[in-house]
């Protein structure tokens, strides 16, 4: 689909995903660009990476996610169209993960979307992409997000 097409017919395209979730894996701190495109039209937003909330990863703690998930600062805080309404932590927030566990450590953030009065929930999820998009807490998927230039990241060529 092209982005022409997305934003041409935004508002029809997006009604097919509305009430559903969004599944991104390996997304490091890159969440501001599938919250601004989608909400308020999918309310549950996945956002997973193994190395958050793992003291001293290279990978997040140039941005100061390797903390526990209880410090964090609200995602959404200094943005208009959202209030904070509950923060939730579940599961180790130190412990090590493996990837073939579904075990993860979920930061979970629920706003009102105040444009459009509805819920959306954030969740950052430090674990392995493929035991969370199998889990049974996905529930309906509505976009698996993944922009071009995370294809083989992280892999030697």
């Not at 990978?59 to 959202?82: A, H, V």
Request: charge should be negative.
């Amino acid at each position: 689909m092209s982005d022409e097409l997305i934003f041409n017919h935004r508002e029809e395209v997006l009604q097919v995903i509305n009430n559903t979730r969004l599944f991104y894996p390996c997304c490091g701190r890159d969440l501001m660009t599938p919250i601004s495109l989608f909400s308020p039209y999918v309310d549950d937003f996945w956002f997973i990476d193994r190395s958050y909330y793992v003291r001293g990863s290279q990978d997040t703690s140039s941005y100061g996610w390797d903390r526990p998930p209880r410090y964090m600062t609200p995602l959404l805080e200094n943005d208009d169209d959202y209030r904070l309404i509950q923060v939730d932590v579940e599961g180790d927030e130190r412990g090590n993960i493996n990837p073939e566990s579904s075990e993860m450590c979920i930061l979970t953030e629920s706003y009102l979307h105040v444009p459009s009065e509805k819920t959306v929930m954030i969740r950052r999820c430090r674990g392995y992409a493929i035991p969370v998009f199998h889990s049974s807490r996905l529930g309906q998927l509505g976009v698996f997000f993944l922009p071009w230039g995370q294809r083989g990241r992280g892999r030697k060529r």
